[in-house]
T-cell receptor
Framework: NAGVTQTPKFQVLKTGQSMTLQCAQD?????MSWYRQDPGMGLRLIHY???????DQGEVPNGYNVSRSTTEDFPLRLLSAAPSQTSVYFC??????????????FGEGSRLTVL | AQTVTQSQPEMSVQEAETVTLSCTYD???????LFWYKQPPSRQMILVIR??????QNATENRFSVNFQKAAKSFSLKISDSQLGDAAMYFC???????????????FGKGTHLIIQP
């Protein structure tokens, strides 16, 4: 059971380049989300999804796009990278509704550097 | 919106001693979840302990226990018999079971860096 898998683990981009962070989970979780972690800031929610075809913005959505075409996958797209997007990104998922325990299951994180 | 405050950016404790990490939160809800997550240098987010607000009994997981004071909106983590492997960032987090079934996700504090002195 792989849990939540994120790729790539590390990425260096130049300003203005685009890229996609991949996230997949094999636990049949309804809820998936992306967080960014910056020093001294904790983790902040970027976007989330409560099911296939449904996405919404979190606390810091600007500069990021998401889509959810399947239950398993929730990619995060940076259309035109900026140095302010240098961060560590986490994908996390959970059950909702009757099976919910509140706990989020995290991927291993992706360190992104924008030069 | 809920807020979570960790007032100790860094704590240091001698190996085998006990340490308590503080967390306070602000909410108008009566039912919610509270968590402590550990983040070692490997960067992985590891769930340490979970508390449901409607349960009065404090959660315990081996050497880790919490002091949950609902009226004071306080949720501290006690680590007994500290070990070198406990060195990490510790994050306190809140989650509402409502708002679209927890769609707000976790609200995190800014973290406490725990140092274990050998």
């Amino acid at each position: 059971n792989a849990g939540v898998t994120q790729t790539p683990k590390f990425q260096v981009l130049k300003t203005g380049q685009s890229m996609t962070l991949q996230c997949a989970q094999d636990m049949n979780h309804e809820y998936m989300s992306w967080y960014r972690q910056d020093p001294g800031m904790g983790l902040r929610l970027i976007h989330y999804s409560v099911g296939a075809g449904i996405t919404d913005q979190g606390e810091v959505p600007n500069g990021y796009n998401v889509s959810r075409s399947t239950t398993e996958d929730f990619p995060l797209r940076l259309l035109s990278a900026a140095p302010s997007q240098t961060s560590v990104y986490f994908c996390a998922s959970s059950y909702l509704g009757g099976r919910a325990t509140g706990e989020l299951f995290f991927g291993e994180g992706s360190r992104l550097t924008v030069l | 919106a809920q807020t979570v405050t960790q007032s100790q950016p860094e704590m240091s404790v001698q190996e085998a001693e006990t340490v308590t990490l503080s967390c306070t939160y602000d909410t108008s809800e009566s039912d919610y979840y509270l968590f402590w997550y550990k983040q070692p240098p490997s960067r992985q987010m590891i769930l340490v302990i979970r508390q449901e607000a409607y349960k009065q009994q404090n959660a315990t997981e081996n050497r880790f226990s919490v002091n949950f004071q609902k009226a004071a909106k306080s949720f501290s983590l006690k680590i007994s018999d500290s070990q070198l492997g406990d060195a990490a960032m510790y994050f306190c987090a809140y989650r509402s079971p409502y708002s679209g079934g927890g769609a707000d996700g976790l609200t995190f504090g800014k973290g406490t860096h725990l140092i274990i002195q050998p």
